[in-house]
């Protein structure tokens, strides 16, 4: 059965290729998005994985970022390609990694937002942040 085993706000991600694989170096993870201005925009990324699904077979997912009322990013539906990665894992261990980029995204109050993991028209899971203006020191 699908699940996310791991989800991570931070500043970003970098992608490195190594000679075992991709290596993911996530740069300043984050438990709230401070902005110096409210209204204002903020960039920040995502990292995420999915594990216990069937990689021999296409996949739709979606990500959305809402504040509740409004969503604010809607990737919309993303096809997955069928794919032959980790054939020596169980099936309920094989997965992807993933991250995301939000770039300038409009944030037009403080409180908590969150973001919603689709996979094949399901909700796998929903992650809030707080989100507060940046106050002077």
Known sequence: ME????????????????PTGIKNNILGPMNALRPMYIPGTFS????????????????????????????IVNTGDSQLPAQDLEPDLPESERGFMMNMDLRNVVLKKEGIYKTQVYFDDKLLGEYPIYVQATKDV
């Open 3 to 18: 699940r996310i085993s791991t989800f991570v706000y931070c500043e970003s991600v970098q992608n490195e290729n190594t």
């Open 44 to 71: 920040f990324s995502i990292f995420l994985s999915i594990l216990g699904i069937d990689l021999s077979k296409t996949h739709i997912m979606k990500i959305i970022f809402t504040d509740g009322k409004e969503n």
